[in-house]
């Protein structure tokens, strides 16, 4: 039994400790709060969003007796929407299409140059996750507070302030939902009713799902939506190029970082500007580090910006250790600082001998963004909006739809003349009630009649319509064949409103006539 | 299986998948949407079972709600029947003047009307109402039997020539040629009477030689200047619109052997409120008088 046994140097695929686990648990987040000035102004953009959604459908417009006084209403079951001045029927949805073309122009041209700060700045999720956080802190305090309360015991305290930060989440969300039904009816009116109950269903069941989406988005999963659910992080990456703005790191003057940078430079190590403090970390609603590079994650709202900007300014170094820079400003500033892919950062090449940064490292301004592409995108979106702040301006606010006939095309009568029956739909869109004449052209000895008349009306007759509304009448012409040029004789219907210097349309017309007439 | 690859960068297995260099990460899911995947697919039970779901050979399991999609066009038909059962009263209890005076009832009745044309009298009048040989065109102004409201609304409530409906509309031709009445040169004699009337071509002879043929035994109905009668469902012989077709041979042959056309009767079938509603479509369609 001497015999040596082999050992064979081999493994399981599925070896226990190297099995990567199927579904990852999820980690808290705690963001702490920042002072500076990207978050001011963060502060004052949500003021701004949040109060035009909450407050717009509130807003009054005086439209007179015969239409909605509500500034922006979008009217679903008489099929109207109205924003302040402009008022746009369903076949006028091109503006709707327009602003739809320039809201994606803005998206390109804001994400080409400064990155994604739609997300970082305007997106709902970002806006009511930074209210929501504004809650919770108000309740359970700042970072470290809230990781002691998460680990705490459930005692009265910890439920009492749990139970008031949700009742407040819940608030909020249904105000939100609330605001939303808002845009879909007569405001003060709908909130009546939607207190005493006698609201329609639809209009709850839109508030619940809205006040559900807000209280789950906002309050639990936060960036979970942006990292798994949102596809914009993806799009993004295909808009940016080297010169769009990006929250970045910039580790040619931070690295090789150290928490004891006084030590290691007086053994002469080398040592950058970080501090490894990680307080870009902590503020970070995302739970990422900006250290790593540009990530999936990162919604570029720039907090970590104003966290290490104050960490510099106490340890008195210059601000911008994370700043907003472009990827080929960055690789220009990797070079300086002689990285290279033999070489590591050089910290006698990003500072002088007095600890001044070299005057030679590329700095990014507001200029940086002003580049061909840009400014493609500015006039594109110029053009669009110009050309429909014209075809606005200079709009009909009637319009006459004519529809021949075309079962049967043409009708021959007792005494051998030839009728056509024409659908006539005349738009008052106007919000006050108008009257129209309707005339025929060029269709001598013709005369006109109604559907479900037997008189004649002659050549013309007046038509009211209500303020706002669509009138459709059914008009048979009859013509006699001496009249009549051909098989198709061209004529005119014009349709003018009896006011003076009022709108009028002409529609080119066909009359149609049986083989062989005037010949 | 593929050797496990871990990418460098993030240390996370790659799926093994590469498209020009560029390799895809196998990052674990999240667990909540593992739950919310359970969460599917318990709502999918309770939808089983709520709802009809599941196909059986000849049925199909019928949920504890008991909606089946024919339950709810039934619901949908009821709901839109409610609706109307107002006017629709109002419209069998008014006259046909005052539906025709009146805005709303007119329009109601003017698509009803077109909608139940579709379905019960477009196979013969066709889809326009236009007519076709033996089937008359119901948009222009010549009328067999009348063409004002309360006409039409007769004509298709008893119908023509049949014989389920004591009131229907009754009238016949004699045939002259084939029951011998007339021999076949007055015959040709009339025809060509006719022809003039009209004020087509005719031979001047012959249609001299028809007068008093025509008078004997086509006045009585026709009238002797040929304007016909709609008491008697009897044509206008002047007027440019020929049921039959107006040429020599045409005309020849309907004295001959006349046809007659035959309309079912509509009151029992459609009900008072569907007939007035058809009346009034079809005095819309611009001939009614």
Request: proline share 4%.
């Amino acid at each position: 039994m001497s015999e040596k046994l082999e050992q064979f140097d081999v493994e399981a695929v599925n070896k226990r400790e190297k099995q990567q686990p199927l579904y990852s648990a999820r980690k808290r987040i705690h963001p702490k709060r920042v002072i500076g000035s990207f978050r001011s102004f963060k502060w004052l953009l949500m003021g701004i969003t949040l109060g035009i959604y909450y407050l717009t459908p509130w807003i009054r417009w005086d439209r007179g007796e015969f239409a909605p006084d509500q500034a922006v209403l979008v009217d679903l079951a008489n099929r109207r929407f109205y924003f302040f001045f402009i008022e746009i029927w369903p076949q006028e949805f091109y503006y709707v299409a327009g602003m739809l073309v320039m809201a994606g122009i803005a998206l390109f041209l804001v994400t080409s140059t400064v990155g994604r700060a739609w997300c970082g700045y305007s997106c709902p999720q970002t806006i009511w996750v930074d209210l929501f956080l504004v809650v919770e802190r108000y309740f359970e305090g700042d970072r470290n507070a809230r990781i002691k309360l998460d680990a705490a015991p459930w005692n009265l305290s910890k439920i009492s302030k749990r139970s008031a930060k949700h009742i407040v989440w819940l608030i909020i969300s249904i105000a939100t939902g609330g605001a939303w039904i808002f845009y879909f009816a007569d405001a003060p009116q709908l909130a009546r009713d939607f207190v005493m109950g006698d609201a329609a269903f639809v209009a709850y069941a839109t508030v619940g799902v809205l006040a559900a989406t807000t209280y789950t988005f906002g309050g639990w999963m936060r960036e979970q939506v942006c990292t798994y659910m949102c596809p914009w992080p993806r799009i993004q990456a295909a808009m940016l190029d080297e010169n769009s703005l990006t929250v970045t790191y910039n580790d040619w003057r931070g690295e090789p970082r150290s928490r004891h940078a006084k030590k290691m430079k007086k053994a002469g190590e080398p040592v950058g500007d970080c501090v490894d403090c990680n307080a870009c970390v902590a503020v970070c609603p995302m739970g990422i580090d900006i250290r790593d590079g540009q990530q999936l994650e990162c919604i570029t709202c720039a907090l970590c910006i104003d966290a290490c900007d104050s960490v510099m300014n106490k340890i008195g170094f210059e601000k911008g250790l994370i700043s907003y820079a472009t990827l080929s400003s960055y690789n220009q500033n990797m070079m300086l600082a002689g990285a290279t892919s033999e070489s590591e950062i050089l910290p006698e090449k990003v500072r002088d001998k007095n600890g001044k940064l070299k005057s030679y490292f590329v700095t990014n301004s507001w200029r940086t963004v002003l580049r061909p592409r840009t400014w493609i995108y500015v006039g594109l979106y110029s053009a669009i909006g110009l050309a429909m702040l014209v075809m606005l301006a200079v709009r009909d606010r009637m319009d006459v739809i004519v529809l021949h006939d075309r079962n049967p095309i043409f009708v021959v009568l007792s005494d051998n003349s030839i009728r056509n029956g024409y659908e006539v739909k005349i738009l008052n869109m106007k919000t006050v009630p108008r009257s129209f004449k309707l005339e025929i052209e060029g269709l001598e000895g013709a005369s006109m009649k109604l559907a479900g008349s037997n008189h004649s009306i002659g050549q013309s007759t007046v038509f009211d319509v209500k303020s706002n509304q669509l009138l459709a009448v059914k008009i048979y012409i009859r013509a006699p064949r001496s009249s009549l040029m051909s098989e198709n004789t061209a004529f005119k219907i014009s349709v003018s409103e009896t006011i003076e210097n009022g709108e009028r349309s002409v529609y080119n017309a066909n009359f149609v006539a049986p083989k062989g007439v005037g010949q | 299986m593929s050797k496990k690859e871990i990418d460098e960068f993030s240390g996370v297995e790659t799926s093994g998948h590469e498209w020009d260099g560029i390799k895809e990460l196998d990052n674990p899911l999240p667990r909540w949407w593992l739950w919310t995947f359970y969460a599917t697919i318990i709502f999918a039970i309770g939808y089983v079972i709520y709802y009809p779901a599941i196909p059986l050979i000849n049925s199909a399991t019928q949920g504890i709600s008991g909606i089946t999609a024919r339950s709810l066009v039934e619901q949908d038909l009821k709901a839109a029947q409610d609706a109307k059962a107002g006017i629709l009263a109002t419209i069998e209890s008014s006259s046909l003047e005052e539906i025709r005076s009146n805005n709303e009832l007119f329009r109601f009745s003017v698509a009803g009307g077109k909608s139940l044309f579709k379905v019960n009298c477009s196979q013969c009048h066709g889809s326009g109402a236009q007519g076709a040989p033996g089937y008359p065109n119901l948009n222009d102004d010549d009328w067999l039997w009348g063409g004002d409201l309360e006409a039409i609304y007769l004509s298709i409530k008893h119908g023509i020539r049949n014989d389920e409906d004591d009131d229907a509309r009754i009238s016949e031709m004699p045939r002259y040629g084939d029951d011998e009445l007339l021999d076949t040169d007055t015959i040709r004699a009339i025809t060509n009477t006719v022809l003039e009337m009209a004020g087509l071509e005719s031979d001047a002879k012959l249609a001299k030689a028809g007068i008093e043929p025509y008078v004997e035994n086509c006045a009585a109905c026709h009238g002797d200047n040929g304007k016909g009668d709609i008491e008697l469902g009897a044509p206008n012989l002047t007027d440019a619109i020929w049921f039959y077709g107006n040429t020599n041979s045409e005309i020849f042959t309907q004295i001959s052997s006349p046809r007659h056309g035959v309309m079912p009767a509509w009151g029992e079938r459609l009900g008072e409120a569907s007939v007035k509603k058809l009346a009034v479509y079809i005095h819309s369609l611009g001939g009614g008088l």
